[in-house]
């Protein structure tokens, strides 16, 4: 099975702020790379999908990028509805689309 | 207006079985891989199971694979998620998600149906 790791785990920013958090899968999976945004009570959102793809209605402040086995999302000029928390997904594997753990982005 | 809707979830003991039902409108749901992925509380989203849109292949995270079965009635516009011998492991609250074409990401998720398994 394919491993998604993220890091940070945690960070804390300020709104203006460019983030960036990083995932990493324990083998390639191609450009099979989609981000989600979770907040409190809610079903997660898509923000990216193969790797670099901008959903549809997903402002563009949001940007993915990499390849292969490491990929990031930056968001520039953090915004206060973007505190969430944010995971990695593969999709390549039909073994399973594991998840990774999750980047909490909250106020410094 | 592209909508999951989940039902079927409540308290069960441990052993015993559940079965979840997510009705889809929206789109051509027939055309669609769909999912069901799951969230332990205060925990983050774990893969659970999918399936292809004409129903015929299925997949599983081992962590489920035995004990649940995904399917599906496209006449219905309906997915299933029938789980057997359940333990407290998989108290969670369950999503079912639509899977988009290009990159196999979920597009679309429900508002997620708890399962709480406990005696």
């Known amino acids: 099975d394919i491993q998604m790791t993220q890091s940070p785990s945690s960070l804390s920013a300020s709104a203006g702020d460019r983030v960036t958090i990083t995932c990493r899968a324990s083998?390639?999976?191609?450009?099979?790379l989609n981000w989600y945004q979770q907040k409190p009570g809610k079903a997660p959102k898509l923000l990216i999908y193969?790797?670099?793809n901008l959903q549809s209605g997903v402002p563009s402040r949001f940007s993915g990028s990499g390849s292969g086995t490491e990929f990031t999302l930056t968001i520039t000029s953090l915004q206060p509805e973007d505190f969430a928390i944010y995971y990695c997904?593969?999709?390549?594997?039909?073994?399973?689309?594991?998840f990774g753990p999750g980047t909490k982005v909250d106020v410094k | 207006e592209v909508q999951l809707l989940e039902s079927g979830g409540g308290l069960v003991q441990p052993g015993e079985s559940l079965r979840l039902s997510c009705a889809a409108s929206?789109?051509?749901?027939?055309?669609?891989?769909m999912g069901w992925v799951r969230q332990a509380p205060g925990k983050g989203l774990e893969w659970v199971s999918a399936?292809?849109?004409?129903?015929?292949?299925?997949y599983y995270a081992d962590s489920v694979k035995g004990r649940f079965t995904i399917s599906r009635d496209n006449s219905k516009n309906t997915l299933y998620l029938q789980m057997n011998s359940l333990g407290a492991e998989d108290t969670a609250l369950y999503y079912c998600?639509?899977?988009?074409?290009?990159?196999?990401?979920?597009?679309?998720w429900g508002q997620g149906i708890l399962v709480t398994v406990s005696s």
């Open positions: 998600a639509k899977v988009h074409d290009y990159g196999r990401p979920f597009d679309v």
């Open positions: 929206g789109f051509t749901f027939s055309n669609y891989v």
């Open positions: 399936i292809l849109g004409r129903g015929g292949t299925t």
């Open positions: 083998q390639s999976v191609s450009n099979y």
């Open positions: 193969a790797a670099s």
């Open positions: 997904q593969q999709s390549y594997s039909n073994s399973g689309f594991t």
